[in-house]
């Protein structure tokens, strides 16, 4: 079993839809949750850092279940440009010594 | 000016060559990693550093071997490349909130 799984899709969504994914870590050891954006051939960057209260940025939505051991992100109102891969990753240790990334979901945003 | 930067930016070399691959950081980050992605697996983290000093193996070191010259400069090295070494190669910093910042990337194909 991978540490940290996602439903690599292709989700395909109209513009203006909402869209939520989700992802499972297997390691309760688990600290910290982060949501990175990859573009084809480009390198991940940043979108959301996961806090166990829930946090929004805008159109994005994170949350966290650490009972559960669950992570999603939910994006309201699809833009084209938010097509993109979407990587969920959980960092150990309190220094953040070791990140496992899930392999990503892809997202087809259609206009 | 980029913050992280790697290269070269992309390489095609044979089986049996010493390669390396280089990565600097303008970010004054003190924690820098080295991660491979293949196709469906996500990123895997093959070596991290916390300091000049510190050198720590990751989930899939064997093959490869590291070097951190300075606070900025952390090199990758193949010291013989084989077939499957070839893979898309990302350089990350981490900041004291784990949010890490990665560079373009060095796309490696060995023949």
């Known amino acids: 079993r991978k540490e940290v799984e996602q439903d690599p899709g292709p989700f395909n969504v109209p513009e203006g839809a909402t869209v939520a994914f989700n992802c499972t870590y297997s390691?309760?050891?688990?600290?910290?949750f982060f949501w990175y954006r990859q573009d084809c051939r480009k390198e991940p960057k940043l979108l959301m850092s996961?806090?166990?209260s829930g946090n929004e940025d805008g159109r994005f939505t994170a949350q966290l279940n650490r009972a559960s051991q669950y992570i999603s992100l939910l994006i309201r109102d699809s833009k084209l440009s938010d097509s993109a891969t979407y990587l969920c990753v959980a960092g150990m240790g309190n220094y953040g010594q070791n990140f496992v990334f899930g392999p990503g979901t892809r997202l087809s945003v259609l206009p | 000016d980029a913050d992280v930067t790697q290269t070269p930016r992309n390489r095609i070399t044979k089986t049996g060559k010493r390669i390396m691959l280089e990565c600097s950081q303008t970010?004054?980050?003190?924690?820098m990693y080295w991660y491979r992605q293949d196709p469906g697996l996500g990123l895997r983290l093959i070596y991290y550093s916390f300091d000049v000093k510190d050198i720590n193996k990751g989930e899939i070191s064997d093959g490869y071997s590291v070097s951190r010259q300075a606070q900025a400069k952390f090199s990758l090295s193949l010291e013989s490349a084989i077939p499957n070494q070839t893979a898309l190669y990302f350089c990350?910093?981490?900041?004291?909130?784990?949010?890490?910042?990665f560079g373009p990337g060095t796309r490696l194909t060995v023949l």
């Open positions: 996961v806090y166990s």
């Open positions: 970010k004054g980050h003190d924690r």
């Open positions: 390691n309760s050891a688990s600290q910290s």
């Open positions: 990350a910093t981490t900041n004291k909130n784990n949010e890490q910042f």
